[in-house]
């Protein structure tokens, strides 16, 4: 009843390419977007910002750094932890050269290192794939982090061997470090985030996204359509770096404050992964999900025992969690294997024609 | 079926032909040798394709079709042989620097992008004619959306004139066989070649099916002047659609000539038949 498409038409290939067709999407859209902008900012509290929000903007945009990898070009990827690194150190180095520079801008020019890296790292995939390429990857990840921890000169001989994130400004306001605010912080992340998302969509939907669904897809008949692997393959390897790597800044700028090289282990990009595969491959929406899904929800359950008035020790609701964790995963990949952004599809795609079974 | 059709056949065919086969040679494929290995798929086969003309290209199991089509649109590398296109000699080319020349292709076994649908499937045969860069498709307003509103123009019109409006939005992977096969020659047709070749296009189907597809060569050859090379199992159809035939097997060449001509040659009635040694 809430959500018919019966009366829209669409009478231009403009309007027939809209992302949201639907107005009922629009308006969803938009309450999400108040939500985001009003609602969160005006009745959140420090927690709910620094410990919830801003590392969920944070990891959805990392998980889209990998979907367009991995979702949409079909190259799978175990180094996103590293890339998200090199993002980080690049623009610990460049803040510490350029003190004076607007960190949001030097966070968004520290993606640029992480792309040029991922372009190298991408090019075994042009002889790779599947498994195999994952593994190289997987040597990328391991040298990476070698590096983080070998070479002094990217921590800036720091006795601790972290960085540590010193107060900088952007606008005027103070952006990062200790004395920054949440709300400041959980803003930019979420400029950042929502930009990313809306460009890359942009993206998808015109030849460049084509051209690399269709390597994903069926790269022979790609080749025979005049795309170059070449081309198509690593410019999927610099934009997803570029992304993961503007994540891992973030990461570091704007919620941690401070970073071992162990936080950008294999375990950091399991974990996108996860999201990535759980919120659906090919989905920005998805990234969304997953990101929501493995950040949030353990949070939840967290303080969901002690709210309902359980009393239990702080180890066994960690062990719960995991556990509780653990078997959604396996439900949702069972009820779905392509992911919740499918789930959702399929919902609204049901209440499309409620109460009728067929449309 | 077929008897009928030879009946009817030859009144317009041979006439739309002949003035066909006088168009210049597009193609030439000169002393083309093939192996993998110790295999020979492949050996000093030599025959032409005309502008306008539709030529099929027909043999036995494992006579070396298929590879003739690789080798053409440079998927494969003949080891001897040089092939001509449009005057120019090439050696060795990737497959993309054929598709950049005009030769497009569909597959014996659907080779379309299984996770897409079927708007972005033909829009995906647009791709060379595509060329705003990054930035502007970020931007998408503009410049980029223009050109993807001209080109959606022209494959709307491709995706009229093989009749699938309906499933335009559907992904490909849900769509029966026949419906797919369309699909992949409306992506071959959407690049616009001066080449197109078809794999089988008409294997696995019903008669229907068949007929429906037969229209469509016949309407692609007549409306947008294409050249086609065909491969095809089915000899009504071959002899109805072609306006010359080569004939392989073994990876020789054993005839070339008109489907009349073909039809009564007796190496190609014994490559076909089999015969007693």
Known sequence: ?359 | MRVDAEGGGPGAAPKKGEERITGEVLLSIDDISLSFGGVKAISHVSFDIRKGEIRAIIGPNGAGKTSMLNVINGFYHPQEGTITFKGETRAKMRPYVAASQGIARTFQNVALFKGMSTLDNIMSGRSLKMHRNFFWQMLWFGPAQREEIAHRRRVEEIIDFLEIEHIRKTPVGKLPYGLQKRVELGRALAMEPDLLLLDEPMAGMNLEEKEDMSRFIIDVSDQFGTTIALIEHDMGVVMDLSDRVVVLDYGSKIADGTPDEVRGNQKVIDAYLGVAH
């Open chain 1, 1 to 359: 009843m809430l959500y018919r498409e019966a009366g829209q038409f669409k009478t231009s290939y403009a309007a027939d390419q809209a992302v949201f067709p639907l107005r009922e999407d629009r308006i969803g859209l938009a309450a999400t977007l108040f939500a985001a902008f009003v609602l969160v900012p005006v009745f959140a509290d420090d927690f709910f910002l620094s410990s919830i929000m801003i590392p969920f903007l944070i990891f959805a945009c990392a998980a889209i750094g990998l979907n367009i990898l991995t979702g949409y070009a079909g190259q799978l990827s175990l180094g996103t932890g590293a890339f998200m690194g090199v993002g980080a150190y690049a623009a610990y180095k460049l803040t510490s050269i350029f003190p004076e520079t607007n960190i949001v801008l030097l966070v968004l020019v520290s993606g640029f290192f992480s792309a040029a890296i991922g372009i190298v790292f991408g090019l075994p995939s042009l002889r790779i794939k599947g498994l195999y390429l994952a593994v190289t990857t997987l040597a990328a990840q391991f040298f990476l982090e070698w590096c983080f921890i070998r070479i002094p000169w990217l921590y800036n001989y720091n006795s601790s061997g972290a960085i540590e994130v010193p107060q900088r400004e952007a606008f005027g306001i103070i952006a990062s470090g200790p004395a920054a605010s949440a709300l400041t912080r959980y803003f930019i992340v979420l400029a950042i985030t929502l930009a990313v998302t809306v460009l890359m969509k942009n993206v998808i939907r015109g030849h460049i996204g084509r051209s690399w669904m269709m390597i994903r897809d069926m790269d022979i008949a790609a080749e025979l359509i005049g795309i170059r692997p070449l081309y198509a393959k690593l410019s999927a390897f610099a934009v997803s770096s570029y992304i993961c790597g503007l994540a891992g800044a973030m990461m570091v700028f704007f919620w941690l404050g401070a970073a071992e090289p162990s936080a950008f282990s294999i375990s950091l990009s399991f974990q996108i992964l996860f999201m990535a595969i759980l919120g659906g491959l090919g989905s920005l929406m998805g990234s969304y999900f997953g990101a929501a899904f493995i950040w949030i929800l353990p949070v939840v359950i967290r303080f969901a025992f002690p709210a309902l008035g359980i009393d239990i020790g702080a180890e066994t609701v960690q062990h719960l969690t995991f556990m509780i964790i653990g078997a959604l995963i396996i439900f949702f990949l069972i009820a779905e294997p392509h992911g919740l952004a499918r789930l959702w599809a399929i919902g609204k795609e049901k209440l499309r024609v409620w109460p009728f079974p067929y449309g």
